[in-house]
């Protein structure tokens, strides 16, 4: 049974940063796309960053091409996004999840989720 755990959430002051991860068992990791969907308060998840299973490609919405920086290490079968110079809309529960077709928008199909960590920025 695949399980995708997240963890390193928090609170942060607005320009700080922090380091999500994302550990992943029960299959094999490296065969899959990963991405990470932020749900902020009320709205709906919304991809941010995806990376290709040997972690050589990666994409980003505009709203976080800079200051977000998705990876993965696939011997130790974990996740990671580093967040910096973080802002108050950056607040929300962060996902990871896995699948196929990460990269495509409608073609994407994310088989397994994560729990979520909660991120929180205060001006």
């Known amino acids: 049974q695949a399980q995708l755990v997240e963890s390193g959430g928090g609170s942060v002051q607005a320009g700080g940063s922090l380091r999500l991860s994302c550990a992943a068992s029960g299959y094999t990791f490296s065969n899959y796309c990963m991405a990470w969907f932020p749900q902020p308060p009320g709205k709906e998840r919304e991809k941010v960053a995806v990376?290709?299973?040997?972690?050589?490609?990666?994409s980003y919405a505009d709203s976080v091409k800079g200051p977000f920086t998705i990876s993965r290490d696939n011997a130790k079968n974990t996740l990671y996004l580093q967040m910096d110079i973080l802002k108050p809309e950056d607040t929300a529960m962060y996902y990871c999840?896995?699948?196929?077709?990460?990269?495509?928008?409608?073609?994407?199909?994310?088989?397994?989720w994560g729990q979520g960590t909660q991120v929180t920025v205060s001006s």
């Open positions: 990376i290709n299973g040997g972690g050589y490609t990666t």
């Open positions: 999840a896995t699948g196929v077709r990460c990269f495509l928008v409608r073609e994407a199909k994310y088989t397994y």
